[in-house]
């Protein structure tokens, strides 16, 4: 199967050109897939029926499914189960906060970055989505007509998979696509190379980084990148670009109790961070099976918090959403994978 979706104008030229239709067949195809949302070939009715045969006949196709479930939280949230690759489930969650709807999205079926705080990470790796994959997440569920933001924060590392990603965030931001501004598109990263080059420099996405911990073997503890891609290189990336206007830089920092919460760490990552127009997003951790870390109480958090603010650095603490459908920061993983951790860590 060809897959339509995530195609630019270009390539769509190319397609219609083969199904014997004029050049402008390809603007019109460009309209029906991101503007008119189509979700089959024979919805593009302006395009000849023959051409669509042909189409279908040749293996083509739009690229949409529907989720496999839905997964509704208390507090509004959303999480929606979407088949994957390698027969590993992926994940999307919505979000929605007063006048902002947040989808946050997944870039790959399980990741390879191995966090040990992360149950997409302790699920290993199955494949990379393509462009059409992601898209899908955006187009097929039921409040994709009011979404407002897009988070790259969900299964995967975005720059692991930085193709598709670039291939996606083209779609969204371009005028044939879906038109939005890139200052509503965050991707959260690693800071893998050369992919995190790469996003750097093709868009002007808003960058999230996480870093969990402001020393080094602590955070190789945690996360096993911190040998190939370390913190402080990854830092010194970002002083090279201008986050002093309207592209935002943060900080992602799950906090553990006894391990990355007290004060030294605190300006220790007040130091680390320093020169940089940035946020450190404070987020509570959420237990998985399998790790032994416990979350920060909320009293050590606005400590935390304050102390930084102090230090000037803004800092925040992210509300955390969903925790009753598994669907907060580090719990997602696919049904399967999610339910094969958890018989695992109940025969341990």
Not at 48 to 60: C, E, I, S, T, V
Not at 244 to 272: C, I, K, P, V, W
């Amino acid at each position: 199967m060809v897959k339509l979706a995530g195609m630019n104008p270009e390539e769509l030229g190319a397609v219609a050109a083969a199904a014997g239709l004029r050049p402008f067949a390809a603007r019109q195809m460009a309209s029906w897939l991101y503007t008119k949302r189509v979700k089959d070939i024979d919805g593009m009715t302006d395009l000849p029926k023959k051409a669509r045969q042909w189409l279908k006949d040749n293996g083509y196709a739009i690229g949409r499914h529907e989720p496999i479930m839905a997964s509704r939280s208390a507090d509004g949230t959303v999480k929606y189960l979407f088949e994957g690759v390698a027969g590993r489930d992926i994940e999307a969650v919505y979000i929605p906060d007063h006048d902002r709807a947040t989808l946050c999205v997944s870039s790959q079926a399980g990741c390879r970055m191995g966090c040990r705080f992360c149950m997409t990470g302790r699920g290993g790796w199955q494949g990379n989505l393509d462009a059409a994959d992601i898209l899908n997440q955006i187009l097929s569920i039921p409040e994709s007509e009011t979404l407002t933001n897009i988070v790259f924060m969900g299964m995967g590392e975005p720059t692991d998979n930085i193709d598709a990603v670039l291939r996606a965030v083209e779609v969204l931001t371009a005028k044939w696509g879906f038109a939005w501004s890139p200052k509503r598109i965050t991707v959260s990263s690693i800071g893998k190379q050369p992919g995190f080059g790469m996003l750097l420099d093709r868009t002007q996405v808003h960058i999230a980084v996480s870093l969990h911990t402001p020393y080094s073997t602590e955070r190789l503890s945690l996360m096993p990148v911190e040998k190939a891609f370390p913190a402080r290189q990854v830092i010194e990336t970002l002083k090279k670009y201008d986050f002093a206007h309207q592209r935002r830089l943060s900080f992602e920092y799950t906090m553990f109790d006894g391990l990355n919460d007290d004060d030294a760490h605190a300006d220790a990552l007040s130091r680390l961070v320093r020169g940089l127009p940035c946020r450190v997003n404070l987020i509570r951790f959420h237990r998985i099976p399998g790790f032994e870390g416990k979350p920060s109480s909320q009293e050590r958090m606005e400590h935390f918090r304050d102390r930084l603010n102090d230090n000037g650095v803004t800092a925040t603490i992210r509300a955390s959403r969903g925790e009753d459908i598994m669907a907060a920061c580090g719990m997602l993983a696919g049904a399967k994978a999610q339910q094969n951790m958890k018989e695992e860590n109940e025969q341990s």
